[in-house]
């Protein structure tokens, strides 16, 4: 899982494997966006799932989130190489201008 | 469509030596401008925000300065580097909040 102060977890998995990482929120959100970052590049959004929805899906990729337990997660089916990248949960605070991002997942796919 | 422009690309700067990085976002007026930094493996963590011309709000001290002297521009400086503060620099802007986060190509700094 990540957040905050955690250090970036590292994960790495076969083509053609499924994996899901997660991520814990501290703050009430209505949303949680995903964005994943290729190396010497900004961040970009890949999925966003709101506080009224479960579950989302956007090609390979599934997106849940839990409000009552403040975790959302990020599940790619039949993991490509080109799914190797930086994954990083985001939550703005209500309220505020505060977008805070949580502790990212360094993703291998190996052929 | 919108663009966000953030230079330099790169710089190696001495310890104690100033620092100007600039982004510029066209296309979208009166955006919201962030500007975040991430160590080398690290996660991205929020310095500052602007939601208009001329007010800038700190989220953490890394004697770092923010300004925005144009509705398309923000300028992240300070005037002696530290080593802390290589890193990659990363200026960001969204069109209101609670929404998506469009991020610029991102600065590298590396402090020697």
């Known amino acids: 899982s990540q957040w905050g102060e955690e250090n970036l977890q590292a994960l790495s998995i076969q083509e053609g494997e499924d994996v899901t990482m997660n991520c814990s929120y501290k703050t009430y959100t209505t949303v949680v966006h995903w964005y994943r970052q290729d190396s010497g590049r900004g961040p970009a959004l890949i999925i966003l799932?709101?506080?009224?929805?479960r579950e989302k899906r956007s090609g390979r990729l599934r997106a849940t989130l839990d409000t009552s337990s403040q975790s959302s997660s990020l599940s790619i089916t039949a993991a490509q190489c080109e799914d190797t990248a930086v994954y990083f949960c985001a939550t703005p605070y209500t309220g505020n201008y505060k977008y805070v991002f949580g502790a990212g997942t360094r993703l291998k796919v190996i052929a | 469509a919108q663009t966000i422009h953030q230079w330099p690309v790169a710089e190696i700067k001495a310890v104690g030596s100033p620092l100007s990085l600039g982004c510029t976002i066209k296309g979208k007026s009166s955006p919201n401008l962030y500007w975040y930094w991430q160590a080398t493996g690290g996660t991205l963590q929020q310095l500052f925000y602007s939601i208009t011309v001329g007010q800038v709000e700190s989220v953490v001290q890394l004697n770092l300065s923010a300004s925005r002297p144009k509705d398309d521009q923000f300028i992240l400086s300070t005037e002696k580097l530290l080593l802390s503060h290589s890193g990659f620099y990363l200026c960001a802007w969204s069109p209101t909040r609670n929404t998506e986060v469009f991020f610029g190509k991102g600065t590298r700094l590396t402090v020697v």
């Open positions: 799932i709101r506080s009224n929805e």
